[in-house]
Structures are given as C-alpha cells and as structure tokens.
C-alpha cells in the first residue's frame, strides 16, 4: 500500500511474528523485545504518574505504545500525533490484539500532522507525551530529539506531567548516544533512563522526563496491578507481572550520568548535528558496549522509590544484578 508519502508493508514470519515497515524500514513487529519496548514507553509514565487521564503518543506505528493507554481506567483522552495516514487503519487491521484495538476506542482522536507543527500549535497540555520516531540517522529526525523541541513538549505538559522518549542504542555509537542524552537531559535534569535488554546485553532504552524530580511508591503501583486486570494483562504479556519487575529496568539519572557525557555538543535546530553524526554508527553494532558504558554509572536512587522493606530489597536486589 502506497501514499505519496509512504509506502507501507505488514509482513509476517514462519514463526508467526507480524512487522510494520515504512518505505522499506522496519519500524515495529510482535517480537518479544519489541513488545516489551512499546509497552513500557506507555506503562512507564502511566504509573510513574499517579493518576494521569491525557495523554499525546507521537508517531502511531503499529499503534501498540498508544494501546498501552487503553488498559489504564484513569486516562480519558487519548491524542495520536501520526504524520501518514494511510498508517493507523493499515497496521490496526495486523496488530488489533496488541494495540488493544485504540484505533476504535473512543477515547482515541488522531491528528494528520507532523509532530513539531502539531506540538507547537496545540493548545492543550497532557498529563502524559510519549514518543517514538524513526532512528533520528533518517532524514528530517532529528528535530525530533533537539533541544527546542523537548522544550515545546516540557511546555505542554501538566503539573506533575511526566514525558518518555525512544532512544535506539543499536545502530549508533557512543557518541551519538551521549549527544542524544545530554539534549534531553539538558531539558529535563530530572530524568532518568530505563533499559530494554535482550537478555543481558544492551539494545534500546527509554528515556523519562519530569519537571520535579520523579517518587514511586511501589505499594500504590501493586495496588493497581491487583485492581486492574487489563492492565495487569497487558503488562504480563511481556513479562512485567509486579512492579519490581517494571522498575528492574531503571538505568541511571541525568545526575549519575553527566561525567559520562560531559562536554558533547547537544542537538538543537541550529545544528541539527544527530542529523549526520548518528548515521556514522549505522553500521556497527554496539548496543551493548554502549548499555556496559552506561551502567558503570548506574546507583540505586534511595530517594526515588518508596513501599514495603521486601519490595524495596527485591528492587535493590534486581536492578544491582541485573
């Protein structure tokens, strides 16, 4: 299928796994690590925040991050930011299960624009901005990881919003990962950075931002799980069946990390510099040498996470062994 901005492919493997291209590049599939990863970008910032009920998803894809909302009662709003159109009714005909079938839901709108001009002229503010755009080594991308355009998405959120973003470690190198994190960061010097392994070895994270620095009960977040089983399924589904599981990911803060990446040149529109560094690393896989280098820095933030004794150790204990 075929717009005049993109073309777009769903295939399927022997094994069952379906994939969403556009124009000839992978951008989702049903794979476990790629499950886990959409569902996080949603999950996380949903119950880092106590009780959000708007939320915007940059880029619809196979609609799977945008369906995590779905399964969380308190959200009444859900806004889609997607710049093809041909791609929402495409990829929800494949991926209806996963998604949670948002395309139908009626708290879903979608709006036909690019994100930077819809981010700028919107009028609303959300409880929630997550995004996931296409590797930032593709044209026109990268002003999707400046500085000036974190700083739009900073003034669209409501008090105590909270903001995630994908950040792609294969595919790259070290130093357009530390340009990548020091952009955000430099917005957001709250914000903290969560893993999505394959096994023990790097390959994407999630970065999350936040205007106060972030505090997670880990016995109000069970409470949910236990009070609401779609959401409890849908995090199951890709192996996070209890808070300590979800939070095992936790990588690092923008304070833990800054001697890794002092000094780098940070994106902005002016420069746009990830626009040509990040396609130095295309060829080259290393994801976890990257993941390795960030984890040196990583310490247990006593001060983030709160609850019972047993579930603060078996925390400490996961993210230290991890």
Known sequence: MTRSNSSIVVSQLDGGQIYFHVSG???ASTETYDMRLQRMLGHLPALVHP???SVLIVGFGAGVTAGTFVVHPEVQKITICELEKLIPPATSRYFNKENHDVYNDPRTTIHYDDARHFVLTSPDKYDIITS???????KGTATLYSKEYYEMVK???NPGGVVTQWVPLYESDPETIKSELATFFDVFPNGTIWANNIGSEGYDVVLL????????DLDAVQHRLETQEDMRRSMSEVGFSSPEQLFSNYYGRASDLKKWYAGVTLNNDLNLRLQYMAGLGLNFNNADTIAKQIQAFLRFPDD???GSLDRLQNLRSSIQYR
């Open 51 to 53: 009780n959000p009920k």
């Open 25 to 27: 590049k992978t951008e």
């Open 132 to 138: 996931d755009p296409i590797h930032p080594w593709v």
């Open 209 to 216: 931002g936040t205007v106060e620095p972030s505090h997670i």
């Open 304 to 306: 983030m996470f709160s």
């Open 155 to 157: 003034r669209h959120l």
